[in-house]
């Protein structure tokens, strides 16, 4: 190789830094707490490969990424059983070393929390059971898995990020809702990553909104999902999006992303009892139109998905 060609290729591979990405943040004892002993799946995101399974309390689900980026003084709160097998240890270090020196980050799940000791064999098995198929659900091999057909299962007990969790169970009570206002269930506004532009977009949808709440210029709109407001905006206006036979209209608001009401409400912790309601609708439409009649909620609107 000619010495100009050689000179070339060493200052490309020295420049090629690749920046390693930190390590989690561990769980605070709040969030250790109320997760309880919990069964734990560790992905690779470069092939959505689920890699290590694992079980534990507290930061144990971040430990084996702790330990192999030598950040030891992060493994206090982490509680689980020692590994005995050398080669699962080597093979486990080796994978995340590998993942973060190519540039990414592992991406940590909870399989199952708030898992109690089982007081028989059945029992133990189906908990088995169930935390395999839901490692399953977040890797490829769970689109064809006939355990999840029809599947009914609550949504709190499925395979969830960590990062989900720590914000659910970190989560303060939401203020006083203001009157008037609309409260809007969108559960693909709860997506990793999304923007309060996207979640716009998601929760305008089709609603049957009421002559009532379209005349309040300005109306406080939050959406929510998994019982975190995700998203508060202001709707200044309406437009039909549909017309059915039966005489109805279908409406979309037009407004704004409200980053006073996004400081005071977005990420606090929703529950029906805010609107003064025992449970949400089904439609994942509620209105607050005055406080003598909290939670009014106005009938069959359709969501988009």
């Not at 996004?262 to 607050?288: C, D, F, M, Q």
């Amino acid at each position: 190789m000619p010495d100009a060609l050689r000179l070339a290729v060493m200052r490309t591979l020295s420049t090629e830094v690749v920046v390693r990405k930190p390590a989690p943040q561990p769980f605070t004892e709040k969030v250790g707490k109320r997760l309880g002993q919990y069964v734990f799946a560790l992905r690779d995101p470069r092939n959505d490969q689920v890699f290590h399974v694992g079980h534990g309390t507290g930061n144990q689900v971040f430990a084996p990424v702790f330990e192999a980026l030598g950040e030891l003084a992060n493994l206090e709160g982490a509680d689980g059983p020692a590994e005995s097998n050398a080669a699962v240890t080597a093979a486990k270090i080796a994978r995340i070393r590998e993942i973060y020196d190519a540039g990414s980050a592992v991406e940590h799940f909870v399989l199952l929390r708030s898992v109690a000791a089982a007081t028989d064999s059945a029992a133990t098995t189906d908990e088995v059971v169930r935390g395999i198929v839901e490692a399953l659900r977040i890797t490829d091999a769970g689109e064809g898995l006939t355990n999840l057909a029809g599947d009914t299962s609550d949504k709190d007990a499925r395979a969830t990020r960590v990062e989900e969790l720590a914000l659910r169970y970190s989560a303060d009570p939401a203020p006083e809702l203001p009157t008037p206002s609309i409260v809007l269930h969108v559960p693909a506004s709860a997506r990793p990553g999304a923007t309060p532009e996207e979640i716009y977009e998601l929760a305008r949808a089709e609603w049957s909104a009421g002559a009532a709440v379209r005349a309040e210029i300005g109306i406080p709109v939050l959406v929510f999902a998994d019982s975190i407001i995700r998203g508060a905006f202001r709707a200044q206006s309406w437009e039909v999006s549909t017309r059915n036979a039966d005489g109805s209209q279908l409406w979309r608001f037009n407004g704004t992303v409200d980053d006073e009401l996004a400081a005071k409400y977005v990420g606090t912790e929703v529950t029906p009892h805010n609107v003064g309601l025992k449970k949400w609708p089904v439609s994942g439409w509620v209105t607050r139109l005055t406080t003598a009649r909290p939670g009014a909620v106005m009938p069959g609107p359709r969501k988009s998905k």
